[in-house]
């Protein structure tokens, strides 16, 4: 019998196959195949999560270039909503008792409308489209937004569970954060939510100050809040413009809007003063009377770009920019958006194979009891003996050191500071140079011996100290020791 080798994916898939052809038909054999046909996706899934009202679809329709979300406050926004690559764009209303009614190319909030069945009865909706992004990319899940009062549902849970990645939309300071937190915790515990596979998203950073000004610099300041609060739940924040991402990102924003902004420039440049007024709320923007557009176009730049966004394409029609072609582009720039997702693929690159194979383990882990039959349990603790072999993989023990990174932050156990900062750094890491906090293209040999060192001092600690700090350091030294042999000898 092989061990794992690049892949663990793989490896599991070989398990099942085996396992499977030794089983009947049951609850075994079905988790089995379902955890086969998991396994062979090539594309991450990513879950967006988060408060009420944070922006969540918004944000699905940055990721996905195209306003396929419900935003509005319809029952959609209350609903566990899959977005797949399909070749033709349909909604499937799958309800709570097995039937599905299917709507041809519909937007997602008038074909739960046209399916004519109540909130209630609907398990998921699963919008297909021909989307480049959800063909090369990832599949996305909307989930329901949670308050401090409310819980998530069984399907909610299943579908964050089901998920390789979480975006995490949290609330600005004074939106009852702290109750968000705390229901964020909550969450986690029950979906399996970590630090290596969920990234916070402080969206509608645009909302932040009194009307004029730039939020970024408190929108970053917000952030490494956020992160310093919570290192055991996210491996990083990042703020974003949610509505200038989403138009930005898709395709409705067009030539015809470029000129009631032209307009607005030239107002701006005649008299600074009355531009700033005008934006200092959408109220007034809507009403100033010295702004020479439309109502309807007011309501559409609001809606689209909201007043930071129209500050910001002043800015770049004052750099020369004329076209829609050419401003969209740099609204994308401002927005954050490229910052986000150039965490999502650095963060989880390395991380789909574990992050899947995590899973597998998890869904395995709950049949491999089940048998009945002589050959049916010799085939399940086969299955067992793969499973065991695969969780002391060093990708997988990360994962372990999640709980002595809470059980720490919950002041379950005492650790010197630097070592809770060497702990946040090891299970938070996406390489070995990170891991140690060392720069990169550190060579091998400084390396192992900074790892020597680390074993040493993680050692020195698990045999003088009491009994929870001496099992969660002895958890930090078999890590290091694993990825010391991990290392190309010298």
Known sequence: MSSPGESLCAFLNGCCERADASLPSGRAKDTIAAVRERLSEELLRVAV????????????????????????????TRLVSWFKYGLIDQVVVRLRDGRSVTLWGQPLAAAVTRAGCPAGDIAVIEVQSSNDTLKARYTVVDTPGLDSTSDLDAMSLAALRQADVLLYVLPHPGQNDIEALAKLRETAGEAGITALSTIGVLSRIDELGDGDGDPWPRARRIAGRYENQ?????????????LLAETACGDQFSEADMGPLRELHRLSAADPAAIEAA???????RTHPMIKISAEDRDRLLSMLGRYGIRAALAELDRGIQAAATLMPALRARSGIDVLLDQLKRQFLGLADPLRARWALQ?????????TSPAEVAALTRLRDELDMVRVHPKLRQFGLMDSLTDLEAGHWQAPEDAAAELAALVTGTDLPAQLRTGQGTPPAELRALLVKRITA????????????????????????????????A
């Open 49 to 76: 999560g988060g408060r009420l009202n944070a922006g969540k679809s918004t944000l699905v329709n940055s990721l996905l270039g195209t306003k396929l979300a419900a935003t509005d406050a319809t029952e959609c």
């Open 363 to 371: 869904a395995l882990d709950a049949v491999t009891w089940l048998g």
């Open 458 to 489: 993680w050692h020195v600690l698990e045999n003088t100290s009491a009994r929870a700090t001496a099992r969660h350091a002895r958890a930090v030294r078999e890590y290091l020791e694993s990825l010391f042999a991990s290392l190309p000898r």
């Open 279 to 285: 934006l200092y709320t959408s109220e007034d923007f």
């Open 230 to 242: 919570l290192p055991a739940l996210v491996g990083a924040v990042i703020p974003v413009v949610g």
